[in-house]
């Protein structure tokens, strides 16, 4: 069991930054793929960056290609979400989630991951 944490939410203008990092107590954490979701209401859950449990190989939703970075820290056992020229349509509660997979594909889904966090909300005015 792995209870991921997210912090780093609120409220920025659009071309504003927001970092989010995910973090948990559970040291298993480091051995396993972390991604980043977003959802917006009426809207259905959508894939927004993944990291390999190692770090090497990152991967992004193509909404958030060249704006958003995802990056982690073993030592401090949290996944980073770097989100930059913010956008109104980027408002949603973003949501860290932990998968158990052999290998990230890049084309990431919801169902692939098994630990989720409860969100933190993010909102870019305009």
């Known amino acids: 069991q792995v209870n991921p944490v997210e912090s780093g939410g609120g409220l920025v203008q659009a071309g504003g930054s927001l970092r989010l990092s995910c973090a948990a107590s559970?040291?298993?954490?480091?051995?396993?793929?972390v991604g980043w979701f977003r959802q917006a209401p009426g809207k259905e859950r959508e894939f927004v960056a993944a990291?390999?449990?190692?770090?090497?190989?990152?991967y992004y939703g193509d909404s958030v290609k060249g704006r958003f970075t995802i990056s982690r820290d073993s030592a401090k056992n949290t996944v980073y979400l770097q989100m930059n020229s913010l956008k109104p349509e980027d408002t949603a509660v973003y949501y860290c989630?932990?998968?158990?997979?052999?290998?990230?594909?890049?084309?990431?889904?919801?169902?692939?991951?098994?630990?989720w966090g409860q969100g933190t909300q993010v909102t870019v005015s305009s």
């Open positions: 989630a932990v998968s158990r997979q052999y290998a990230l594909t890049g084309e990431e889904s919801p169902a692939d991951y098994e630990y």
């Open positions: 559970q040291r298993t954490f480091n051995a396993y793929h």
């Open positions: 990291i390999t449990w190692i770090g090497d190989n990152a």
